[in-house]
């Protein structure tokens, strides 16, 4: 299983965009990355995910570098409600649709 | 229609309890997913279910049992739980289309307390 490595934990100025390193330089070629995110006690949410290409959706953009060993994750104009945690995941390939988090990082937006 | 909904969503069990958890989707997704999650800790797969039969157990304890009585409902039952099983339980369901990545959908979860 390729790791994801993530720092514990940002801040982010309300209404600036947010960055979201991600690690995982052991990611094999049909790996696809994904980024969820957890406000507390919530269920996790589903934000985007991608495989080579930058990729970009209604709540954010996802940057992932040539050689695919990391990514990042941007919040464009981060707001108040994005605070949570986000956890970014490489899927398992071969045995199903099964997630494993890594510890993600803690974001905090800032007034 | 993407939801996915819990029932309960607190419940509190003495050790010599019997008790289930109850997860519902109606997206027409064929895999469902049961996961554990301690504070402040991430999410812990526990079980995998792909077209109604069970394809992952991740060396769970036999005291959580869990069962997939249609495509749309996941029930986990739980017998003789420990304090340290109390955490908040999330179901999860997502298409399941071969190796092709599908996102999953998560409930709101079950936070459980066992006394």
């Known amino acids: 299983d390729a790791k994801t490595t993530q720092p514990p934990s940002m801040d982010c100025a309300e209404g600036r965009a947010a960055n979201l390193p991600c690690n995982h330089s052991t990611i094999s070629g049909n790996e696809y990355v994904y980024w969820y995110r957890q406000i507390h006690s919530q269920g996790p949410q589903y934000i985007i995910h991608g495989l080579k290409n930058n990729e970009t959706n209604e709540m954010a953009s996802l940057i992932i570098t040539e050689d695919r060993k990391s990514s990042t994750l941007i919040l464009p104009h981060a707001t108040l409600r994005d605070t949570a945690v986000y956890y970014c995941i490489v899927r398992v390939p071969n045995t199903g649709n099964q997630f494993y988090f890594g510890t993600g990082t803690s974001l905090t937006v800032i007034p | 229609d993407t939801e996915v909904t819990q029932t309960p969503k607190h419940l509190v069990m003495g050790m010599t309890n019997k008790k289930s958890l109850k997860c519902e989707q109606h997206?027409?997704?064929?895999?469902m997913y049961w996961y554990k999650q301690k504070a402040k800790k991430p999410p812990e797969l526990m079980f995998v279910?792909?077209?109604?039969?069970?394809?992952i157990n991740e060396s769970v304890p036999s005291r959580f049992s869990p069962e997939c009585p249609n495509s749309s409902l996941l029930n986990l039952h739980l017998h003789a739980l420990q304090p340290e099983d109390s955490a908040l339980y999330l179901c999860a369901s997502s298409q399941s289309v071969g190796t092709v990545s599908r996102e999953q959908y998560f409930g709101p979860g079950t936070r459980l307390t066992v006394t």
């Open positions: 997206m027409g997704h064929r895999a």
């Open positions: 279910y792909s077209y109604e039969k069970l394809s």
